[in-house]
């Protein structure tokens, strides 16, 4: 039933660790996982900029003075480019600020609108569609050896909290991400949740172990990644004690998803596959190692 | 095999809540419960701050200056009332300031070590043997049900995931708890956490339905606490679509337990026990309702 799609190479350190004698008290079999580039694509954006866009376009009669600021004024041209020349810092700002004043059970609600409905840019199939198979694959196999798998994210919690348990099989508390803080108010009578226009936690790079720590508080024993941001988190993962495993997806297949790393802006990956072998985790190639990509194209 | 110390009357709401179709898929069944006051005794002060104290008289010899300074002298001087005399305020100045610095690994054993040895003032039994056997019992049923437990603590996040597993089954990735600030770093070539001298999250009061909404991202149907630092869990809880249930222990027991509540400096609960049962909340007598309270008087 396992790995149909999959090259053995992809799989062999896997089992090692799948032993229970391999399992101690301290590390049980806590699995961290990154979500964009790893478990679906990232290209020719995260996902998650593509739904702070949609609010924005969405949020506009209400915000007359973003026709004139940037990037709001690039995003409502549909100027991609001039949306994300501020960078990560700017993203933030969008994300925080279409996001801040809805409750918890809003906001997780036009996440779900907006999912059901949206379509990749580019191969136009669902968002939900562009999630890897060989990933899927792996995680039924990490499930049948009982690890515990979490999704960390450097994404938005919230964000990903919404599909994981249905397109994963991973329930929302086993998300790690991004968080804007939140505020618990009594609105018109009923206790709610309200996201709040301030950062609580960046998870990516150093902040990828920290938020292992503060949502598992074990070292994991398998730690997966794409991107330098996910550098810290493997570096974590694989330090201890008893058999341990890093592994990088190399998205370097551009026939059948996207091929980048030392020089894109979005999942940008150079230390991680410079580094990576010496430390002796396994570089995933996307396209020698994975007989299909995503789901739909499965079979 | 189960409630065999516990009165019928303690468990006739949970039933209902056990039902398959009382479990939607956008809140499957997370239960809340507070550890101190609810899970185990919080008298005649908070466990951990018994675990803070033991550390600043090993601390002392590196810090000359406490001993003229207060809440430091009083501690040393073993003048607890003085140690407690600045509140909830003094007790977390204290924490941070024998926590920091620490790695997280360090400061795990540190307080395994402590727990090992560690003796209640009045009781002279181990303090892990002060939690409460009904409780256990119920934590056994909600397993059994296929409920999803997770402990909601005003105390320390990464005190309690010490001992929750061996102690309650409850495992460190399902607790909740107040936290001080973490950080990433390299030392000595090993990858570390390492606890700062910052607050980063006070799980009390309003604190716990954000504590609850940041590691589990859902409206929990169950919330079981003791003072008036649970009154907002349960007020979160009880307040979604289906059936819920707020549980607040009353301790009344002051021959086999403490009897407290309005006037007591720790788990003081007035607005809990007054506004509770308008709510719909159960109140629990620990005196009328359990056959028994602690595990070794069992049988």
Chains 1, 2 share one sequence.
Request: one cysteine or more; a neutral charge; hydrophobic letters at 40%.
């Amino acid at each position: 039933m396992f790995h149909v799609h999959i090259h053995a190479s992809f799989l062999e350190c896997v089992p090692l660790l799948l032993r229970p004698e391999n399992r101690t008290a301290f590390a049980p079999a806590f699995t961290v996982i990154d979500n964009d580039g790893t478990l679906w694509t990232e290209q020719p954006l995260y996902f998650q900029a593509l739904y702070v866009f949609d609010r924005i376009k969405k949020m506009a009669p209400d915000h007359p003075n973003w026709k004139t600021k940037e990037p709001y004024s690039s995003v409502l041209r549909g100027d991609l480019k001039g949306a994300l020349a501020g960078g990560e810092k700017a993203l933030l700002e969008m994300t925080m600020a279409t996001h801040a004043g809805l409750t918890a059970e809003e906001f997780a609600e036009s996440v779900r609108q907006y999912l059901a409905r949206a379509i990749h840019p580019t191969t136009k199939r669902p968002l939900t569609k562009m999630v890897f198979q060989p990933m899927l694959e792996l995680l039924d196999l990490l499930r049948a050896g009982e690890f515990k798998i979490f999704i960390v994210s450097g994404g938005g919690i919230d964000f990903v909290r919404v599909f994981s348990e249905e397109v994963y099989g991973i329930p929302p508390e086993r998300v790690i991400g991004s968080s804007i803080d939140a505020k618990y108010e009594v609105r018109d009578g009923k206790p709610v949740i309200v996201k709040q226009p301030s950062m609580d936690l960046i998870d990516d790079h150093e902040g990828k172990p920290v938020g292992i720590h503060r949502y598992i508080g074990r070292r994991p024993i398998l730690a997966i990644g794409n991107s330098d941001g996910d550098f810290e988190m493997l570096e974590y993962a694989t330090a201890g004690k008893g058999p341990r495993l890093g592994m990088i997806l190399h998205h370097d297949d551009a026939k059948r998803e996207f091929a980048y790393d030392k020089d894109s802006a979005i999942g940008r990956s150079v230390r991680a596959l410079d580094e990576g072998p010496k430390r002796g985790w396994r570089i995933v190639s996307m396209k020698k190692d994975w007989k299909v990509v995503h789901p739909e194209k499965a079979e």
